[in-house]
């Protein structure tokens, strides 16, 4: 049965996995994926990946979707809807607020694919494959503040405008173009001369490349590409009842994911080793490595008109997730506070404006302010990746074990789904989840603080 609370369902099958599909496909895959990948191991960090997402991943989509639907609520209040414990509530209220914290420094990146689209547009698109433009964009305040503004003003008039429907639509065609766009940049991209030796890199797992590193970038990168641990498949799953079968649907949706982060990987990482070489020093380039390779892949294809196409698509898989970020961080005060919807929405555009400015002034007026020794885009980035989605990750591992129940969970899941792979999810949830958490909290805030080299 739907609940049946006023707040609106999916339409069915289909709406509830084109919403998570787009919730998930996004900046993660296209801009986060390839340049993780490229800096932690290559083909190491592809297998770590898709061991992690295949059993931790699924545990933790399975767990959130049927919180969702067992209560009806997002986070704070489907975790208060079994406990009114401190820690309860904490763990309620954290993954509320992780999508507040992403969405500046999220916006701030969508800026970044603004200003390369009208760079195409505006017909300077052999300026865009330059040595030299992104650092120099990067170097200046008023730009990146100006197209990071154009960025959050789209996401803030969709969540005004509450044109939601309008955005899945949308997102009904724009997903299968830009798989077939990817497809044609990959085919480029693995054909330049020297290119194969990044498709190997990136493929073939080599255990040289291993680190510890790997283990936790791979988790953090699983976490935020499929959209865990921060609330959205709780709140996803509030709007969905029997009909969908949240075992079938979780595997669509990280199949679909994962393709198209593995054809980004092979869209980015051949072009490194065909235009920079591929040593250390130009694959640990970080965030803005696709912004500097794709480039040079458009220019040697020949034609301004991919570039544009490219950078839209990215544009709109990119607003499609942080829609649904700013939309989870307004029903958050929404519900929890009464507040109206005009009044949300203003609140988070105030943290949006704040945070996003900051992250870019991080790279130019303030790059002397580097917490951690990190410019303040990639503190947030590490902050809500590497320390609080593992938080509120284990907050909901432990509702499910000591509040819930294991066996109250596999009840609700079964509802809908023969849960094939019960085993799998009795044993990551049981055994697994928690150990590793634990692991990779301790030690990513051990080489943050730089006490340990991982
Ligand atoms: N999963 C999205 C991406 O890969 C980012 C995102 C995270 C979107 C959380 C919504 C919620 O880009």
Not at 212 to 221: K, P, R
Request: proline share 3%.
């Amino acid at each position: 049965m739907k609940h049946d609370n006023g707040r609106g369902s999916f339409s069915g099958k289909m709406g509830y996995v084109l919403a998570t599909a787009g919730s998930a496909v996004g900046l993660g895959n296209i801009w986060r994926f390839p340049y993780l990948a490229a800096k932690y191991g290559g083909g190491a960090f592809l297998l770590v990946y898709i061991l992690l997402a295949l059993t931790f991943g699924y545990a933790m989509i399975m767990s959130e979707t049927a919180i969702g639907r067992m209560t009806g609520k997002s986070p704070v209040g489907a975790f208060a809807s079994f406990s009114k414990r401190g820690w309860v509530r904490a763990g309620g209220w954290i993954n509320a607020i992780i999508p507040m914290l992403i969405v500046p420094y999220y916006s701030v990146i969508g800026g970044w694919v603004c200003r390369y689209l009208w760079g195409y547009i505006s017909g300077q698109g052999d300026a865009m494959a330059l040595e030299g433009t992104f650092e120099g964009f990067l170097g200046s305040p008023v730009a990146t503040i100006a197209f990071f503004a154009v960025f959050a003003a789209m996401t803030m008039a969709v969540i005004f405008g509450g044109v939601r429907n309008g955005i899945e639509k949308v997102s009904r065609i724009m997903m299968p173009i830009l798989a077939v766009l990817t497809l044609v940049v990959v085919g480029f991209s693995v054909t330049r001369p020297g290119a194969l030796a990044g498709v190997r890199y990136f493929l073939v797992p080599d255990l040289r490349n291993f680190s510890l590193m790997t283990v936790v970038s791979a988790l953090g990168q699983m976490f935020y590409s499929l959209s865990i641990a921060m609330g959205i498949l709780i709140t996803f799953g509030s709007y969905t009842g029997r009909e969908v079968d949240i075992e079938q649907t979780t595997v669509q949706v990280e199949i679909f994911d994962t393709a198209i982060a593995v054809l980004a990987g092979l869209m980015v990482i051949p072009a490194v080793f065909a235009f920079s070489g591929g040593n250390a020093a130009a694959l640990g380039k970080g965030p803005s490595l696709m912004f500097v390779t794709l480039p040079k892949v458009f220019e040697s294809m020949g034609g301004a008109w991919i570039g544009v196409l490219f950078f839209l698509l990215v544009l709109m898989a990119a607003l499609t997730s942080s829609v649904s970020l700013a939309e989870t961080a307004c029903a958050t005060f929404e519900d929890e506070l009464g507040w109206s919807r005009p009044k949300a929405a203003a609140l988070v555009s105030v943290i949006l404006a704040a945070l996003g400015s900051l992250s870019c002034l991080g790279f130019n007026a303030l790059s002397h302010v580097a917490p951690m020794g990190m410019d303040i885009l990639s503190f947030f980035d590490f902050l809500t990746n590497s320390v609080m989605m593992p938080v509120a990750a284990v907050a909901t591992i432990v509702l499910v074990l000591k509040v819930i129940g294991l066996d109250n969970m596999e009840r609700e899941i079964m509802r809908s789904s023969a849960f094939h792979r019960r085993g799998v999810y009795r044993f990551v949830v049981k055994y697994l989840a928690l150990i590793m958490l634990a692991v990779i909290l301790v030690s990513s805030v051990c080489d943050a603080f730089g006490w340990i080299h991982i």
